[in-house]
T-cell receptor, first 112, second 116 residues
Framework: SQKIEQNSEALNIQEGKTATLTCNYT??????LQWYRQDPGRGPVFLLL?????KEKRKERLKVTFDTTLKQSLFHITASQPADSATYLC???????????FGSGTQLTVLP | GAGVSQTPSNKVTEKGKYVELRCDPI?????LYWYRQSLGQGPEFLIY????????DSGLPNDRFFAVRPEGSVSTLKIQRTERGDSAVYLC??????????????FGPGTRLLVL
């Protein structure tokens, strides 16, 4: 069955450092991979999309990589700030469907 | 402009009761999705509408769950004979429906359902 794993439930880092979150998947061939941010009591908010034929995508302090051979995506936040503290979700989309298949998320805490 | 709105924000009901959850998508968005999120988990797909029709309802867990979107805008998720295991946050999302795939989905704040 399809499985999406995100690294450790919680990640604590010091302000100013780079946070790296991982998303591994099995039994899936996604055409797209998205990363969302979710704050407590709120719905997920879209951050970045990367296609299967793309290796890397950047947006301001965010960077996403996508390795379809390793079946892994890495999500980086550089120069992290306490305001970046949230749960980050990766989501896969196949070429034949529109719905998102989410991982369980990683809770990031950036310590001042 | 207004984002996706969901009502009620919280719903407490008793086991066996019927509930309706409402979603107002972003104006002009033809695609609408329902997801369910349990504590500590990512959202889980339930159903997807393109316009008025359910294009994919493969995520509905059983026949107690039903959703409609009669005019291609507002959608209602209906749960009959609620069970304690239905307790979760029900999220609605919408997208333009114009892109081939991978398009951004805009989520509402969710309805927190608690079945006692």
């Amino acid at each position: 069955s399809q499985k999406i794993e995100q690294n450790s439930e919680a990640l604590n880092i010091q302000e100013g450092k780079t946070a790296t979150l991982t998303c591994n998947y099995t039994n899936y061939s996604p055409a797209y991979l998205q990363w969302y941010r979710q704050d407590p009591g709120r719905g997920p908010v879209f951050l970045l999309l990367i296609r299967e034929n793309e290796k890397e995508k950047r947006k301001e302090r965010l960077k996403v990589t996508f390795d379809t051979t390793l079946k892994q995506s890495l999500f980086h936040i550089t120069a992290s700030q306490p305001a970046d503290s949230a749960t980050y979700l990766c989501a896969l989309i196949s070429s034949s469907a529109r719905q998102l298949t989410f991982g369980s998320g990683t809770q990031l805490t950036v310590l001042p | 402009g207004a984002g996706v709105s969901q009502t009620p924000s919280n719903k407490v009901t008793e086991k066996g009761k019927y509930v309706e959850l409402r979603c107002d998508p972003i104006s002009g968005h033809t695609a609408l999705y329902w997801y369910r999120q349990s504590l500590g988990q990512g959202p889980e797909f339930l159903i997807y509408f393109q316009g008025t029709g359910a294009a994919d309802d493969s995520g509905l867990p059983n026949d107690r769950f039903f959703a409609v979107r009669p005019e291609g805008s507002v959608s209602t998720l209906k749960i009959q004979r609620t069970e304690r295991g239905d307790s979760a946050v029900y999220l609605c999302a919408s997208s333009t429906g114009l892109a081939g795939g991978g398009e951004t989905q805009y989520f509402g704040p969710g309805t927190r359902l608690l079945v006692l």
